[in-house]
């Protein structure tokens, strides 16, 4: 079974650090995926990479960057926490498009982050 | 560009009785289409997904959903719910061609004894 890891499940952080979210998955797929998740909205992507040391951004990319500097680890930072990005983050991967039917995301459990 | 538009944020319903949970989509491109499931303090899992062929589609614990392309449509519906159903419902949608897949606001969904 794919396995996706992210490192925390519950962080608290202070408005102004600098916070990394680590994920990592197991099955050797090329695409890997953050979302953050708030109600009523459902999930919103912030970047997503296709490749080792490719990053695109997504809908929300603001406040944020990424690093992908190996295939099984992608990484999400949030330079300088504020208070409006208390949200779950899910990170997913999956195959690249020519694995046909297995295109879907595979999810992490999430991490919910509190900037106070 | 696609988006998703789940049509009820809460569907409340008793035991045993059928749900149907709305999911339209917008796209210029052709599609895949997806019905994942989120239990509480779990991330998501795909209950099925529809990439090509019939337009029924069904998952191992009851659900289904119908691919309507006319409608642009993808229903979930379960004849007979269980307590344990309860849970947070997402469609979404991925175009043939590309990486993201864009999901929809969510429903949840809550199975009363």
């Known amino acids: 079974d794919v396995k996706v890891t992210q490192s925390s499940r519950y962080l608290v952080k202070r408005t102004g650090e600098k916070v990394f979210l680590e994920c990592v998955q197991d099955?050797?797929?090329?695409?890997m995926f953050w979302y953050r998740q708030d109600p009523g909205l459902g999930l919103r992507l912030i970047y997503f990479s296709y490749d080792v040391k490719m990053k695109e951004k997504g809908d929300i990319p603001e406040g944020y960057s990424v690093s992908r500097e190996k295939k099984e680890r992608f990484s999400l930072i949030l330079e300088s926490a504020s208070t409006n990005q208390t949200s779950m983050y899910l990170c997913?991967?999956?195959?690249?498009?020519?694995?046909?039917?297995?295109?879907?995301?595979?999810f992490g459990q999430g991490t919910r982050l509190t900037v106070v | 560009a696609q988006s998703v538009t789940q049509l009820d944020s809460q569907v409340p319903v008793f035991e045993e009785a059928p749900v149907e949970l709305r999911c339209n989509y917008s796209s210029s491109v052709s599609v895949y289409l997806f019905w994942y499931v989120q239990y509480p303090n779990q991330g998501l899992q795909l209950l099925l997904k529809y990439l090509s062929g019939s337009t029924l589609v069904e998952s191992i614990n009851g659900f289904e959903a119908e691919f309507n392309k006319s409608q642009t449509s993808f229903h979930l519906r379960k004849p007979s719910v269980h307590i344990s159903d309860t849970a947070e419902y997402f469609c979404?949608?991925?175009?043939?061609?590309?990486?993201?897949?864009?999901f929809g606001a969510g429903t949840r969904l809550f199975v009363k004894a």
């Open positions: 979404a949608v991925k175009g043939t061609g590309g990486f993201k897949t864009i």
């Open positions: 099955m050797d797929h090329e695409n």
């Open positions: 997913a991967s999956s195959l690249s498009q020519g694995a046909g039917m297995n295109t879907e995301a595979f």
